[in-house]
């Protein structure tokens, strides 16, 4: 929500200035995310007078001006602009000013070979507006050498304020006046004092328009009137200015004025032009196969689920989001109909997560905007279109019913201190209530009239009703000042702390620091994706019924797709290595699953005198590390089996499954071609993913360790098996050929050549017996040896010769 400081004072009768504003509006809840003053970066902009204009010697589109800027003599500017012309008052920048539109800081310059000493701006230039078609074109009477903020009344600050999805009634300039004054930062106008005003009754004659609501859920309330013979031209200055300095586009008159009120009273209006409608006008569910070419130039398809405005032939309005575009006022508009309507905050919003569909409009809407405002809304829009456009206006037609019923909340003043811990007198707290509009009867209890504009307090459709205590308690706490609320600490034993971490905690915690400490860095990507990416991983299972973005409606169903992201956008920023890890869930048909996921993209080492060209990642590196973080868990990574991954997203032949039992604890390898130009990334990429749930649980025993106290020995042999065979198959035989004396098996070579054989590979390992009691005799090591080659001939392999 933006809003100006001279704006804000057009409500709020106040001396106090920008900082003053600002730290009350952070303490109403109201925070406020940034303060643009025009001013500071357009202060060095002047007003100039173009003396002269000849066409450039050099180039047919630019001119050699000669411009007065007041400071003594003329000086020569270089000017594309096509509206440039001699006796004409424009902005310029000198040398040395920052242009903040083209992000520039202007110098003397040759352009085309002639001097230029400054710029003559546009608009777009001065980040005023978009207008780029030609310099900014001052009246006669512009005063050279001034300053063009003060000329133009530009010192105007401007507040950008979050506003919560409960605070709909701050979803207009008055709605923060009234916080404000309730506050104590000055007073509130009336309404008509606002709009500097008697009152806002018009002459009316005639009857009104021919509407109705045939959707009463949707659309509980229409009321509606016309204006014949009004003139649409430009609006008028002052409110152009309003709506150009919160970065709206002013339109026309008519579209202007609803636009104004809605963020001036946080009220949305539609104006149609009566010419373009056939019959009556009436609110009603959608039709099978009705669409609607929206303003902002879309079609869309609406459904019987949601609320239409039509006439006797077609849609043309998506009922409290977006008008359409067949009925939009135009330059030779002469009769409108307004309408002011009320439409069902949980039916605008399910009509717009459908549609994908945003707009001012639903955003207050769907929040809840005043339903007792109707008739006054209307006639504030009505009293603007006849000050501004001219014209007489109709009776007012009214259909449907608001959902005004007076909703009360018993309270206790006493809840103050117990639910806030803070003690605000029963006399402040009526006075704030009654300055926040509340209606308050003192009693024992109190009996509390919720305004209407305050949807968010109370329970909704209640007439009375103690839930609402808390929300009292709330209003009063803020006003009062949340900074005045004590700091308590909770109670706590004495001594040292109980752990609260969790044995999932301690075991995530472990594996975080162990992937960083091998020079990994931790990744934090969307749990959601692009459906097309979660295509690439199996697809998705869950998916989003509101997605914050429809490129964002998939749950992942792998960390891999939010990596192979993270690495693209880290290649494509000149980052010749990547290593990332991330810890999360991945979200398969049978729930959620805790996972971490490792990738290693581009060059694992650089290129050096010393190590030649730069090498990339292999499988071997991803195995590596998954060896080493399901070791860092506490898995029995010696008992662990090689598998063949079932995943299509691995690199057939470059890639494995390590499994232990039935259990599948990880997959690692080369991410597939095809996976990789999914995701725009240039291979190769070698990664793994753990599943955390499927560890088996971490023993408790504590491990200890004495030092052999007889030296250890080793043993090579090398076995001719078939090629198929993994060597990890032959690995685990032997270790387990003699589980006392055998602590350790290496593979340190593999061969293939026409001496082996078709089909068939040299192995040789490296074999370490350590002994325990005495050293170990001939005979015991020849008993082992036969015991190793007994083993590996189950494996299928043959001593060589």
């Known amino acids: 929500m933006k809003f100006t400081l001279s704006w804000l004072k057009e409500h709020l009768d106040t001396d106090a200035g920008v900082e003053a504003i600002s730290v009350a509006l952070t303490s109403l809840g109201l925070e406020v995310e940034g303060i643009d003053d025009p001013s500071a970066?357009?202060?060095?902009?002047?007003?100039?007078?173009?003396?002269?204009?000849?066409?450039?010697?050099?180039?047919?589109k630019l001119q050699v001006l000669s411009v007065d800027t007041g400071a003594g003599a003329p000086v020569q500017v270089v000017c594309g602009a096509p509206n440039a012309r001699a006796g004409m008052k424009g902005v310029f920048g000198a040398p040395g000013t920052y242009v903040p539109g083209s992000d520039i800081t202007l110098k003397v310059a040759a352009i085309r070979g002639v001097e230029s000493r400054g710029m003559m701006c546009s608009m777009r230039e001065l980040e005023l507006s978009e207008e780029h078609d030609g310099i900014i074109a001052l009246p006669d009477d512009a005063p050279v050498g001034a300053r063009y903020v003060d000329y133009a009344d530009l010192a105007d600050p401007v507040f950008d304020v979050a506003i919560n999805p409960n605070r709909q009634d701050c979803m207009g300039v008055r709605g923060i006046a009234r916080d404000l004054a309730a506050i104590g930062v000055g007073r509130l106008k009336t309404l008509a004092d606002a709009y500097r005003v008697t009152g806002f009754d018009v002459p009316r004659s005639g009857a009104g328009p021919d509407i109705r609501t045939d959707d009463p859920a949707g659309c509980p309330a229409f009321h509606a009137c016309t204006v014949s013979g009004v003139t649409n031209g430009p609006s008028h200055a002052w409110m152009q200015k309003k709506l150009k300095s919160i970065g709206q586009k002013p339109i026309s008159a008519l579209v202007d004025i609803t636009n104004f009120v809605m963020f001036d009273l946080g009220r949305p209006l539609h104006v149609y032009d009566r010419a373009k409608l056939t019959g009556a006008l009436v609110a009603r569910k959608a039709r099978a196969g009705e669409q609607v070419l929206a303003l902002n130039g879309k079609t869309y398809a609406v459904d019987d689920t949601m609320t239409v405005i039509a006439d006797d032939t077609q849609v043309h309005d998506i009922g409290g989001i977006m008008g359409g575009m067949h009925s939009g006022c135009a330059p030779d508009t002469t009769d409108v109909l307004i309408e002011c309507a009320y439409f069902d905050p949980d039916s605008i919003a399910r009509t717009g997560q459908k549609l994908m569909l945003t707009s001012d409009a639903r955003s207050r809407f769907e929040r809840g905007v005043d339903p007792a405002f109707l008739d006054d809304g209307l006639a504030v829009a009505t009293h603007l279109v006849r000050e501004l456009c001219g014209g007489s206006a109709s009776e007012i037609a009214r259909a449907g019913v608001a959902p005004v019923a007076t909703r009360t909340v018993q309270y206790r003043p006493s809840r103050v201190l117990g639910l806030a811990g803070i003690d605000v007198a029963e006399d402040e707290q009526a006075d704030i209530l009654a300055r926040l509009g509340f209606g308050v009867v003192r009693g024992d209890s109190w009996t509390i009239t919720v305004p209407s504009w305050r949807r968010d307090v109370g329970v909704a459709g209640a007439t009375e009703s103690w839930d609402g205590e808390a929300d009292i308690v709330e209003e009063i706490v803020r006003i009062h000042g949340l900074d005045r609320v004590p700091a308590t600490p909770l109670p706590r034993r004495e001594g040292v702390a109980l752990p609260t971490a969790t044995a999932a905690q301690k075991q995530e915690r472990r594996l975080r620091r162990a992937l960083a400490a091998r020079g990994a860095d931790e990744a934090i990507t969307w749990s959601f994706l692009p459906p097309r990416e979660a295509d690439a991983f199996g697809g998705a299972a869950w998916t989003l019924a509101n997605p914050i973005s429809a490129d964002l409606a998939a749950m992942r169903p792998s960390l891999l797709p939010g990596l192979l992201s993270a690495a693209r956008r880290n290649a494509d920023r000149g980052q010749p290595g990547v290593r990332l890890f991330e810890l999360g869930q991945r979200y398969l048909a049978d729930g959620e699953h805790a996972t971490a996921a490792l990738l290693l993209a581009g060059e694992?080492?650089?290129?050096?005198?010393q190590t030649g060209s730069a090498t990339a990642f292999d499988a071997y590196a991803a195995k590596a590390e998954a060896l080493a973080a399901l070791a860092v868990l506490g898995a029995p990574v010696d008992r662990l089996s090689v598998a063949v991954p079932a995943d299509r997203w691995w690199h057939p032949g470059r890639a494995g499954r390590l499994v232990l039992g039935k259990a599948v604890l990880a997959d690692f390898g080369m991410v597939h071609p095809a996976t990789l130009a999914a995701f725009d990334l240039k291979?190769?990429?070698?990664?793994?993913?753990?599943?955390?749930?499927?560890?088996?649980?971490?023993?408790?025993?504590?491990?200890?360790?004495?030092?052999?106290v007889l030296q250890a020995l080793t043993r090579d042999f090398a076995f001719v098996i078939d090629d198929t065979t993994p060597a990890d198959t032959l690995v685990r035989d032997v270790t387990q050929a003699d589980k006392t004396l055998i602590t350790g098996v290496r593979l340190f070579d593999r061969f293939a050549g026409p001496a082996i054989g078709a089909g068939k590979v040299s192995l040789a390992i490296e074999v370490t017996l350590q002994p325990t009691a005495a050293t170990l005799t001939d005979a015991e090591i020849e008993a082992v040896s036969a015991k190793i080659i007994a083993a590996a001939a189950k494996a299928g392999g043959v001593l060589r010769g």
């Open 41 to 60: 970066r357009l202060a060095p902009f002047t007003i100039a007078h173009v003396l002269t204009a000849e066409r450039h010697p050099q180039a047919d």
């Open 683 to 708: 291979g190769p990429v070698a990664a793994f993913e753990l599943y955390l749930d499927a560890l088996p649980p971490r023993s408790r025993k504590r491990a200890t360790y004495a030092p052999p």
């Open 604 to 609: 694992a080492r650089p290129r050096g005198w």
